[in-house]
């Protein structure tokens, strides 16, 4: 048995400097006269791959193009790597290269802090993917290697600006069939996200939301346009806060009403309309000081912002006293809130591979179409990031990753 293991050993080593591991067969027997077993390492495999990564948090001068980025590798038996074919970014992409939630996301990847601070270096952005499965754990039976797939990456993993990227099972979903990989590239986050928001928080579906009357706040962005988009498909009125010049895509989208806060304060203009069962602010800020006031009192209504100070505190204050800071606030505006007869609530992100089973459905039926304003080869995703810090985005920034990256 020594023998053997350093037979593999040495195999192993001879390859590795070409960045492969190879396929070794052994044939395994424990006495004479025994029958033989067959044992077969991983086939030859490389160990690096091509990805964009940052070695530390700051501006766009922080990205990195390597040939030498680690290969994932499955530690899990229900997790599947996939072949990215496109990514997107997202506005959390750019805030987490300046270093947003890394408190956060430090202790999700080591909850019982062994490592070193600077651990998660070299760090790979994307929270978008759509691509093929190359291989799959020993637990996953829903998918097999070759399925076409997309997923939305949880911020505390490697992200999808790679080549490849491990996932788990539970986490990816089969992509559309009515879409290619760039399209299908611009939904996972957004539609995880408003996903969260409206069903899980805010308690929404397709068969309690016809004729509500439900106000988006911040329509024209990545998770507005998924919203609208959702809950008219199952039959609520909505009315959409957005700027004149993103009327048109918004109305597109089916919007029944278009409130343009740069023709006034849009809270005089939505005083005069019903008050709503829910409301979607993607914008936050002075929003909250009047939102609340257009709900309808004590009928269940909610007011849902995606815009919380959960991951400021913990980065400003630390992980305990920012979690004691932040349960402080929401209490503290919650009862606020219900003893007026309204219910206030955050909205998270929330990885689903059962949501996008869903909205792969509501794709293919044609009742969500995405929304792609820029795309980008993937030698060219510095450029992406400048053009998504540009701000006022009517729809998403998609990286073909099949379209090679710097030579």
Same mark, same amino acid.
Do not use: F, I, N
């Given at each position: 048995m020594v023998?053997?293991?350093s037979t593999i050993a040495s195999a192993r080593l001879l390859c590795r400097c070409r960045g492969k591991v190879p396929r070794v067969s052994v044939l395994v027997g424990e006495g004479r006269g025994e029958s033989l077993r067959r044992l077969q390492t991983s086939s030859y495999r490389r160990t690096v791959m091509p990805a964009w990564v940052i070695d530390k948090y700051g501006n766009n001068e922080v990205l990195r193009f390597t040939k030498n980025a680690n290969f994932p590798v499955i530690n899990y038996p229900n997790e599947v790597i996939v072949k990215v074919h496109a990514a997107a970014l997202n506005p959390l992409d750019v805030s987490m290269r300046g270093?947003?939630?890394s408190a956060a996301f430090r202790m999700t990847r080591d909850p019982l802090n062994i490592k070193q601070t600077g651990s998660e270096f070299p760090l790979i952005l994307g929270r978008d993917v759509s691509g093929v499965i190359m291989e799959c754990g020993l637990n996953v039976t829903y998918y097999k290697p070759g399925d076409e797939v997309w997923a939305a990456i949880p911020p505390w993993k490697q992200g999808s600006l790679a080549e490849f990227v491990v996932l788990s099972g539970n986490e990816v979903s089969h992509k559309p069939k009515t879409m290619d990989h760039l399209q299908a590239a611009a939904v996972p986050y957004v539609a995880a996200t408003a996903w969260s928001a409206l069903v899980t928080t805010g308690g929404l579906n397709k068969d309690n939301c $016809?004729?509500?009357r439900i106000l988006i706040i911040g329509a024209s962005g990545g998770v507005g346009t998924f919203a609208?988009?959702?809950?008219?498909?199952w039959g609520a009125h909505v009315t959409a806060v957005c700027s004149q010049n993103a009327e048109g895509l918004v109305r597109g989208l089916g919007a029944?009403?278009?409130?343009?806060?740069?023709?006034?304060?849009?809270?005089d203009q939505l005083k005069a309309l019903d008050k709503f069962d829910l409301i979607l602010d993607n914008v936050g800020g002075d929003t909250e000081k009047w939102a609340l006031d257009l709900l309808r009192s004590w009928s269940g209504a909610k007011y849902i912002t995606m815009v919380t100070p959960f991951l400021r505190n913990m980065d400003a204050l630390g992980i305990a006293d920012g979690m004691m800071r932040t349960g402080v606030t929401m209490t503290t505006k919650v009862f606020k809130h219900l003893c007026r007869g309204t219910h206030y609530r955050w909205g998270f992100f929330v990885? $689903?591979?059962?949501a996008l089973d869903e909205v792969a459905e509501m794709?293919?039926?044609g009742q969500i179409r995405p929304i792609v304003e820029h795309q980008f080869s993937f030698a060219q995703v510095p450029q992406a990031f400048q053009q998504l810090e540009r701000g006022h985005a009517r729809g998403k920034t998609v990286v073909n990753v099949l379209q090679g990256g710097p030579q």
């Open positions: 023998q053997l293991c270093g947003y939630g $016809s004729k509500k609208l988009q959702m809950v008219k498909a029944d009403h278009v409130v343009d806060y740069t023709a006034g304060p849009p809270e990885p $689903s591979g059962r794709v293919d039926a």
